[in-house]
């Protein structure tokens, strides 16, 4: 997946409810993964004209190496063309419309999109 956005989200649901949800906010059918492409994360994927989308949730204790692990949920939003910074904004209005609770972001590098600060960001 390309650089892009990361969108952090607050797992109050189940990673299958939040993927319907997320979904319906961003108006793109979010399905299981199955290819293994994410590894030991459970994910569901999904693409609109110009953006490749992956809900992650949180892998297994076992197979969770990550320095700080969390049970929250990732939406990584990859674009698949040259997309203008205000489409991260765009998007983040969408999520919050649809009542999904984003915690915290993550831009790609260089990107000039600076959204409202949210509970737990820098």
């Known amino acids: 997946m390309a650089t892009g956005c990361v969108f952090i989200i607050n797992p109050s649901t189940s990673l299958a409810a939040a993927a319907d949800r997320i979904g319906a906010a961003l108006a793109v059918r979010l399905v299981p993964e199955v290819s293994g492409r994410f ?72 990107s000039s999109f600076k959204p409202n600060p949210l509970r737990g960001s820098a």
């Open 39 to 110: 590894e030991e994360y459970p994910a569901f994927i999904g693409a609109t004209s110009d953006m490749e989308i992956a809900l992650l949730g949180p892998p297994e204790r076992e197979h969770d190496i990550r320095d700080n692990p969390t049970q929250d949920y990732a939406l990584q939003v990859a674009p698949l063309v040259q997309v203008e910074p205000h489409r991260y904004s765009e998007l983040h209005q969408q999520l919050l419309a649809g009542g999904i609770e984003v915690v915290t972001y993550e831009l790609p590098p260089n």
